[in-house]
């Protein structure tokens, strides 16, 4: 997810003395080497921008704007703050959300660690160290990521990538700029922003969550950036984001479940729907959880029909044309010149598509959609974990059994049954639960081991497991595949993992 900010300059060159206000003195300096080191550092090219920016005159307030933005995205915050801190830069609009996330930034980064892989072009800044561990498949993950941008959008990230891995949605928030009250209420975990990727480490969720997917998505947000100098509509910027989460992988069961298509076309008859070019600044900041799934759905549906239609090398064209555009406005007559239909013709197309599509979408999942019995699960739920914590497998399974009969398609409430059965013995019983991917409705990352675990496949022995740890790698029986302490898995990057999920306190 990825929150839009004006540029300052862009504010400072549209404007004149003239036509300012009489208390506001605009920018003094060498404007036209500010835009262009701007343009620069938008479009991830730091080194060009350092060039531009080498030498300025100190009493450049432009440049010295500048420069505090590309510091920012090289990572070095303090330094942003320094230069920001200067006298003529204080408390100016240009300077206000700079100046904000430069000292969110420099206060959440004090005692991380970075570790480099220079060879590969990937920093990985982490808050807490014992997220080391994921760091290889994050590195992993980054390069195929930018290898698939690179084919299917025709945009190179420059190395290094950087990435930043942070505590909480405190932090996140702190860094990026992004409300902390619109990321939780829309349960954002990662932002790209500022030239780098920042998101919250699987530790900081109960179960974990699609992080490697979430890193190719926000990577693709840089690469949207950088090849339209931040001229992409936010429509278009989540649409193709959400499209490229999972196309730098093999397809997985619930790639699409339950199917963009068609949650957008319940969500928008119900009225929680959104005008694609009236979302706003960011889905992050809609005021529920569940009109950010439905514009989710409505961008994914949208752009992925657009594709399909318009031809493969259509988006590849329309990111080029953005980038020679004057501003995003031009936006309608780009999409027209590389699709030969302009923006509000293909989306009465699209909505004739889904309103064509049969409703199939079961009741529990619409959006918005809650249990009739919701608190007799949780309650039923709740019990079973503490039954199980003390050791009473037989009296925690029958809470858990009731607790699956009031949800059967649930996949956590699945496996905490199967883990009852399991301490009792009862493989038997358990191995239903955790063997037809058709039977949950939801990705969960110990559903996948103990598949893995009961339902061993000898053509691939690895890919449940690799499926459990993309979801939730620091749940100790996910990261150790099923296997008690001291054993480790035999793959040297997830036996790490495996250490690592079971150092965290529980």
Same mark, same amino acid.
């Given at each position: ?44 090219? #730091? ?19 500048? @420069? ?10 303090? =330094? ?23 000292? =969110?930034?420099?206060?959440?980064? +004090?005692?991380? #660690? ?9 920093? #990985? ?50 860094? @990026? ?42 990577? @693709? ?27 730098? /992988? ?52 949208? #752009?992925?029909?657009? +594709? ?9 064209? *329309? ?29 009465? $197309? ?32 709740? *019990? =079973? ?8 497998? $037989? ?18 409430? /699945? ?9 009792? =013995?009862? @493989? ?7 063997? $037809? ?39 100790? +029986? ?15 990057? $997830? ?12």
């Amino acid at each position: 997810m990825r929150k839009v900010l004006l540029g300052a300059l862009a504010v400072v060159t549209s404007m004149s003395v003239t036509a300012a206000s009489e208390a506001y003195v605009p920018l003094l300096g060498d404007l036209d080497r500010a835009r262009r080191a701007r343009e620069a550092t938008l479009e991830l090219d #730091v080194a060009a921008a350092r060039k531009i920016l080498d030498g300025a005159d100190t009493s450049d307030t432009a440049l010295a704007l500048e @420069t505090a933005r590309l510091l920012l995205y090289e990572g070095d915050c303090d =330094g942003a703050v320094a230069v920001l801190s200067r006298p003529d830069l204080t408390n100016r609009p240009e300077a206000m959300d700079l100046g904000d996330v430069s000292r =969110g930034c420099a206060r959440a980064t +004090a005692g991380t #660690v970075t570790v480099r892989d220079d060879e590969r072009g990937v920093i #990985v800044r982490l808050q807490d160290d014992e997220d080391r561990a994921l760091v290889p498949l994050i590195v992993d993950v980054a390069l195929k990521a930018r290898e698939n941008l690179a084919k299917e959008l025709g945009v190179e990230l420059p190395l290094p990538m950087r990435i930043d891995l942070v505590r909480d949605q405190f932090t996140l928030a702190a860094m @990026t700029g992004l409300p902390e009250e619109a990321a939780q209420t829309t349960g954002t975990v990662a932002v790209a922003k500022w030239g780098r990727v920042t998101m919250i480490s699987p530790r900081a969720t109960t179960n974990g969550y699609a992080w490697l997917d979430t890193l190719a998505h926000e990577l @693709t947000h840089l690469a949207l950036t950088r090849g339209t100098r931040d001229k992409a509509p936010l429509w278009l910027q989540e649409g193709v984001a959400k499209r490229q989460e999972v196309r730098w /992988r093999e397809k997985e069961p619930l790639d699409d479940f339950p199917a963009a298509d068609v949650v957008a076309r319940v969500g928008l008859d119900k009225g929680l729907g959104v005008e694609l070019d009236k979302i706003g600044p960011s889905i992050a900041m809609l005021p529920s959880a569940e009109q950010a799934q439905v514009a989710f759905a409505e961008v994914a549906s949208f #752009v992925r029909y657009w +594709a399909r239609e318009a031809g493969e090398e259509a988006l590849p064209q *329309l990111v080029v044309r953005l980038k020679a555009a004057e501003s995003s406005k031009d936006f309608e007559q780009a999409i027209a010149d590389v699709s030969a239909a302009d923006f509000q013709t293909w989306v009465k $197309r699209w909505r004739g598509h889904i309103t064509s599509l049969p409703k199939d979408l079961p009741p529990e999942l619409e959006p918005g959609a809650m249990p009739a019995n919701v608190k007799e699960i949780a309650r039923r739920i709740r *019990l =079973g974990e503490l039954l199980q914590g003390r050791g009473h497998a $037989r009296a925690a399974s029958i809470e858990r059994a009731r607790a699956h009969a009031l949800i059967p398609h649930e996949a956590s409430v /699945r496996c905490h049954l199967a883990e009852s059965l399991l301490a009792m =013995g009862d @493989t038997q019983n358990a191995a239903p639960l955790v063997e $037809r991917i058709d039977d949950v409705y939801n990705r969960f990352g110990r559903w996948h081991s103990l598949n893995g675990l009961l339902h061993p496949d000898a053509s691939d022995l690895d890919r449940p497991f690799r499926f459990g740890i993309a979801l939730d790698p620091l749940e100790p +029986a996910v990261a150790c595949e099923e296997k008690a302490a001291p054993e480790l898995p035999k793959d040297a990057i $997830r036996a790490a993992i495996c250490e690592a999920a079971r150092r965290m306190p529980r």
